[in-house]
């Protein structure tokens, strides 16, 4: 186990444990999207267990969205990468990111196809007797929500790492909570993981690659400035916000 290997358990441990998103006998639906954070995400869960995870089952499972019509080849290493950890997956083709992008949906494709796809992945939750379905969310996706949230729903909010849904049927867990994007893909480079290009049409012109890029230039200007919002997350002092009855 390299050290990079070692850094990222650490902290992916540090986040099962702290927001106790896993339980023995859990049944988890892993969704990989064939991105560096997913396949990382993939190989934590499948690595050496934890006390709490050893007796865990995984479904990997995995939706082509419809975008990339020449994705057979990528797709093809998929599956094989899958075969090789010997996990048990599924493999799905949709229409899902061409319907979230059709003329009769441009304003906001990307509320709708993440809508579309976490329903999706919910009826095969339950096809596979999964009772916790894995997200590959890493800390730069939670300090980038908090920000959509503020700016775009007029909410202070953001993911967070254990969420309980339909009344408790199924938990949402983002085990990546912890971890930095950029060390997910320098991971993914060094174990030479299946990654899938985004073929995403909106990726760049989204509204999260706006904030992210406006976190990118405060990070080039104040080291470090993405860690202190992270902690402010978890460090909120209610008594200083304003009433909600008087601002709405």
């Avoid at 190989?43 to 419809?66: F, H, M, N, R, W």
């Avoid at 908090?146 to 969420?163: I, K, R």
């Avoid at 983002?174 to 990726?203: G, H, M, W």
Wanted: aromatic share 8%; charged share 25%; with cysteine.
């Amino acid at each position: 186990m390299t050290s990079l290997h070692r850094r990222l358990r650490n902290l992916f441990e540090q986040a099962v444990l702290d927001y106790q998103m896993l339980q023995k006998g859990d049944r988890v639906l892993v969704a990989v999207s064939g991105g560096a954070d997913s396949l990382t995400m993939l190989t934590l869960l499948s690595g050496p267990k934890i006390a709490v995870t050893e007796d865990i089952s995984l479904v990997s499972v995995c939706l082509d969205l419809g975008f990339d019509k020449s994705a057979g080849k990528g797709w093809g290493r998929l599956e094989e990468h899958f075969q090789n950890m010997e996990c048990e997956y599924v493999m799905e083709r949709s229409q899902i990111g061409i319907r979230a992008h059709s003329q009769e949906n441009q304003k906001n494709p990307c509320f709708l196809c993440a809508r579309l796809r976490r329903k999706r992945l919910f009826e095969l939750a339950e096809r596979t007797e999964c009772n916790k379905l894995a997200l590959g969310h890493h800390k730069d996706d939670i300090v980038e929500t908090f920000f959509l949230n503020v700016l775009f729903s007029a909410e202070v909010s953001t993911m967070v790492p254990n969420q309980e849904v339909f009344a408790g049927k199924y938990r949402i867990i983002r085990p990546l909570a912890y971890i930095d994007e950029f060390l997910l893909k320098r991971f993914a480079e060094e174990y030479q993981l299946p990654v899938l290009p985004n073929s995403c049409p909106t990726q760049i012109t989204s509204r999260r690659a706006l904030v992210k890029k406006l976190l990118a230039q405060l990070e080039r200007q104040h080291k470090g400035i993405r860690d202190n919002i992270f902690r402010a997350l978890g460090n909120v002092k209610a008594e200083y916000m304003l009433t909600p009855s008087l601002t709405t």
